[in-house]
């Protein structure tokens, strides 16, 4: 009788719905690390994660994730629970063909391509279970805010209108100027185009095929910068709140410099404006570096006046010499050899005064900047006549080239002395190198280890300048810094 009831009692047990208790072994308390596991099946996981699990993983997306996932990442990244953890309901979503990132809530989640499942986070009032358009595995068209870059909608061909925050303008790099590379900052390369203020607004991104070249350009604030060939782009639909071009061949705004366009053998017509007269470096007189400002270059050349005006630029070969000068209130700076130049067409709107006195040294660049930019300075220095003795008045670059040697314990220089072309060509090599090493000792009498320091000699060889002028032996005679 007793063996009778338990077998009874037994079989209406195991009859029986599985007890809450025995469901969560389905659905378990604490989040797992992804959504892998669970992205087949068709009912939501509801768990609850910890602030450690907040701080795991790796994120792809926005508002629908990969299912690789951390779904604790992914919850505070998507503002459904705080930065100390909660209770969250994770929806089963389909494979989708893109997966936009975007930084949001102090995390930053990447972009993805396709991937086969996905899941997203019920939200207070909404339906827990995925809605057929939900479902879909066509990419996102349309979202809230805008991701952080285009690159994982760049391929998908639909135009998306999304909203640039402040915060989100101050993030990212770009490059390109009213076209850009698709990995450029959507938001801060809207800002740069004119589409939106500094407060953010709404844009509507329309891809572009990839273009052979980007210039760059500092405008609305916000500096772009040089790029070669990218496989993608985009830019903006509707009037800019300030004038942006379209394509590189249709430039109105000059870039920052010739870069992005010397190989491309075509002339650049394009405008500079008063703030860009007064933005970066040049190197050379007439023939300038291709990475030379494009506007400060005009001014020095006389092209335009301080107000800006239009300018037609000329791709030139690289030369292996651009002696500077101060003319039009510029100074342009020496380099040696450089593989691409520009000059400008037309004849000059503005008469350059007199270079400088004939007896007048050259303009000694920035030793720091020179080392840091361009991996090379010219030093001039002053030396005795016909000899290697320094004169008092070289301690002050000669201190600046120690204190950058200091403050860079891994840094190592080449030294290399050159003469003009007075005198004997082997007494000229033997000066020059001779005035290397006097440079090299005082380096050392400073706490420079000489195995830093290698020195040369290339005597009256290499020319910056004509030697048939003052100012050209002048120019010519110097201690090239060269980073090793």
Avoid at 92 to 97: D, Q, S, V
Avoid at 244 to 269: N, R, W, Y
Avoid at 442 to 454: E, F
Wanted: proline share 6%; with cysteine; charged share 15%.
């Amino acid at each position: 009788m007793a063996r009778t009831f338990w077998l009874l009692a037994a079989s209406l047990f195991l009859s029986a719905p599985v007890s809450s208790a025995f469901a969560q072994s389905s659905a378990p308390t604490a989040c797992p690390d992804d959504f892998a596991a669970f992205a087949n099946n068709a009912e939501p996981l509801t768990c609850i994660c910890d602030a450690d699990a907040v701080r795991r993983g790796s994120v792809w997306g926005m508002d629908v994730y990969t299912a690789d996932s951390s779904i604790c990442r992914s919850a505070a990244h998507a503002g459904a629970i705080p930065q100390r953890g909660g209770t969250v309901t994770a929806v089963p979503e389909a494979g989708r063909t893109s997966y936009p990132g975007i930084t949001r809530n102090g995390i930053s989640s990447s972009n993805y391509g396709s991937y086969g499942s996905s899941f997203r986070f019920a939200r207070s009032g909404a339906p827990a279970t995925p809605t057929s358009a939900a479902r879909s595995s066509a990419p996102v068209a349309a979202v809230g805010p805008c991701p952080d870059d285009f690159s994982a909608l760049a391929e998908g061909g639909e135009t998306l209108t999304c909203t640039c925050d402040g915060d989100s303008i101050a993030r990212g790099a770009v490059w390109g100027m009213g076209v850009y590379t698709a990995d450029s900052a959507i938001c801060r390369a809207a800002l740069h185009a004119g589409m939106i203020p500094r407060n953010g607004g709404q844009v509507s991104v329309v891809p572009e095929p990839g273009r052979n070249t980007y210039p760059g350009v500092t405008r609305n604030g916000v500096t772009s910068s040089n790029y070669g060939d990218y496989g993608a782009s985009f830019r903006f639909a509707g009037e800019p709140r300030a004038a942006a071009p379209a394509t590189a061949a249709a430039v109105t705004v000059c870039p920052d410099d010739f870069a992005a366009l010397a190989d491309s053998g075509a002339t650049l017509a394009c405008t500079c404006d008063s703030d860009a007269l007064a933005r970066g470096a040049v190197w050379g007189t007439d023939v300038y570096t291709a990475d030379s400002s494009i506007c400060r270059a005009a001014l020095h050349a006389g092209m335009v006046a301080r107000n800006g005006g239009r300018v037609s630029v000329v791709p030139e070969a690289g030369r292996n010499a651009y002696p500077g000068v101060t003319r039009n209130g510029v100074s342009s700076n020496n380099f040696g050899g450089y593989g691409a130049s520009f000059r400008f067409a037309g004849e000059p709107v503005v008469r350059a005064a007199p270079v400088r006195a004939p007896s007048a040294a050259p303009v000694q660049q920035n030793i720091t900047a020179g080392l840091r930019e361009r991996g090379q300075v010219d030093l001039y220095i002053q030396f005795r006549l016909n000899s290697a003795e320094l004169e008092l008045s070289a301690a002050a670059s000669l201190q600046e080239l120690a204190n950058v040697l200091k403050n860079d314990p891994a840094l190592r220089l080449g030294l290399v002395g050159h003469t003009d072309a007075t005198g004997s060509p082997q007494h000229n090599l033997t000066l020059s190198l001779r005035r290397a090493e006097s440079v090299r000792n005082w380096l050392m009498s400073q706490g420079i280890s000489p195995a830093r320091v290698q020195v040369d000699g290339r005597g009256p060889n290499e020319p910056l300048a004509d030697n048939a002028t003052e100012f050209g032996r002048a120019a010519n005679r110097r201690v090239q810094a060269l980073r090793l």
